[in-house]
Structure formats: C-alpha cells, structure tokens
C-alpha cells in the first residue's frame, strides 16, 4: 500500500535560514509527488509536483524538491525562509489513485 | 474567481443531526474528491468520484455519502452526526481521475459537532 512518511512534526528555523523538509514515500509503481502548504486555516496550495524527467523540480515560492528514487526520498528545500514561510507542509504521493498524504511538518520562523 | 468553493466554511451542530456540505468547481475537472482533516491535521481520503465511478475509502463509515448532481458538484451529505465526525472537510479536484497535475483543493469546511 502507499504511503508517505515525513519524519519531522515540527521544524524552527530563523529567517534567511536554509530549509530541508523530508519526505519518504512507499508506492509500488512509478510515484507522483507532490508538496502542498496550508496556511492556518486555508486550504491547500501546490508547491510542485514530481511524475517523470529532471529529479530536481522547481516550485512557487522559492522552494525545491528532489527525487531520489534510490532513497525513495522526495524532500523539500529553500535556500533562504521568509516569516510568510510559517505553516504546516505536506508531501504526498499518488498515481492512478487518490492522493495520500504525509502527516505534515509545521514550520515555524524565527526572527 | 474561485476554483473549488465549499460551503459553508464554519458548521457547527448537536450530535445526531444531518447535515451536508456542498463543493463546487469550475476548473472543469472530471474528478473530485473529499478529504477529511482531523485535529492533528492528518488528511485521510475519503472519496473520489467521477461520472463513471464512485470510489469509496472502505473505513468511511456509511453514514457519510456523497452526491454529484452533476459534473462540477460533488456533496457530502452526514447522517446521525456523532462527536469524533468533527473535523476539517477538504473538497479537491483533479483532471481525469489522476494525480498528474495535482489537486486544486478548497478552503475547506470547519465541523464542529457538539
């Protein structure tokens, strides 16, 4: 069965600082990835998606991820956070079914 | 223009009540999709419907139902509301049944059952 795993509940970082959210997945055929970001109490927006080509994609905000097939790794970067950055992040994974999601990690910034 | 709309944003009820919760896209998408958030933000699917199939998360207790008027709608309608249904709803939608191009999702529904 998929599933998504996102080791860290909750992450500090200060401003400026860099960020790595990390993000493992179990699917049993080619995966689809993604990152979405809520804000309190907002929906869900899509920060990038990963399904076939460079294993390095570019998202809004700044942010990154990479795809490692070896590790089964789909972790979220940015080289510099911002105070808007704050909110909780989900990786998730998915193909010819529903999406299923991580736990999330809840990014807090630091003056 | 807003691309996946939920209604209401904020429902609070007594325990046994019925109560639905309506979502409506104009993306034109040909699936759609309920996820249920639970206070520790965790997202569980519970549904995907599209006009042909009616996809079902099996540890959704029958009491919750979906229902599409039409292509661009897709309702939840709770019956016999107990406490532990309490709860953030999620509507989303996709293209064509997968998750290529990800979900749009909706601001969600607040349910609080008292």
């Known amino acids: 069965a998929q599933s998504v795993t996102q080791p860290d509940i909750h992450i500090t970082v200060s401003e400026g600082a860099s960020l790595e959210l990390r993000c493992n997945y179990s699917?049993?055929?080619?995966?689809?990835l993604f990152w979405y970001v809520q804000s309190p109490g907002q929906g869900l927006q899509l920060l990038l998606k990963y399904f076939s080509g460079d294993t390095l994609v570019q998202g809004i905000k700044g942010f990154e991820a990479e795809f490692k097939r070896s590790q089964s790794s789909f972790n979220l970067r940015k080289p510099s956070v911002h105070w808007s950055d704050a909110a909780e992040y989900f990786c998730?994974?998915?193909?010819?079914?529903?999406?299923?999601f991580g736990k999330g990690t809840r990014l807090s910034v630091i003056a | 223009d807003t691309a996946v709309s939920q209604t209401p944003k904020y429902l609070v009820t007594q325990m046994g009540n019925d109560k639905s919760i309506k979502c409506e896209q104009n993306?034109?998408?040909?699936?759609m999709y309920w996820y249920k958030q639970d206070s520790k933000k965790f997202l569980k699917i519970m549904f995907s419907?599209?006009?042909?199939?009616?996809?079902i998360n099996e540890t959704v207790p029958n009491r919750f139902s979906p229902k599409s008027p039409d292509k661009a709608h897709l309702n939840l309608h709770i019956n016999s509301l107990e406490l532990g249904d309490s709860a953030v709803y999620f509507c989303a939608s996709s293209e064509t049944g997968t998750p290529n191009y990800g979900y749009t999702f909706g601001s969600g529904t607040r349910l609080t059952v008292v």
């Open positions: 699917y049993g055929a080619t995966p689809y």
């Open positions: 419907y599209n006009n042909k199939e009616l996809i």
């Open positions: 998730a994974v998915g193909g010819n079914t529903p999406l299923v």
């Open positions: 993306l034109g998408h040909d699936t």
